[in-house]
């Protein structure tokens, strides 16, 4: 791996854990919508940096869920709880951004903090690996 790219893989990285700490900040102001945009970024962010380490990336949404799938997913690299979760905030972020009427209840969304937080170490301690032999 070249050094731009290991250099842009940390900086999503660095992204996603900014965006989970954005995230308890919403969630102890009560803003629950906004909340899982933060947590949705997070993760997705952490797929971002992950796919970059194979050399992969997309300039859409769907298409990093979707070579996350195909790559990680899909032969167990990634553990299926974990990819659950990133498409439970895809679909959720959705939702609350762009549908109208839409009000998360907190009480529902808070526990996906931690769920949250784990994705991000998951795929943080594979980065780190493809980093060392890369």
Partial sequence: MNKEIKMLVLYRLERAHEALDEALILLEKG?????????YYACFYAVSALLLTKGLSSSKHSGVRALFHQNFLKHGTVNSKQGELYDKLFDTRQKGDYADLVRFNIDEVSPWLNDAKSFVVCLERLIQKEIKTG
């Fill in 31 to 39: 803003y629950a919508n906004t909340f899982v945009n933060r947590l």
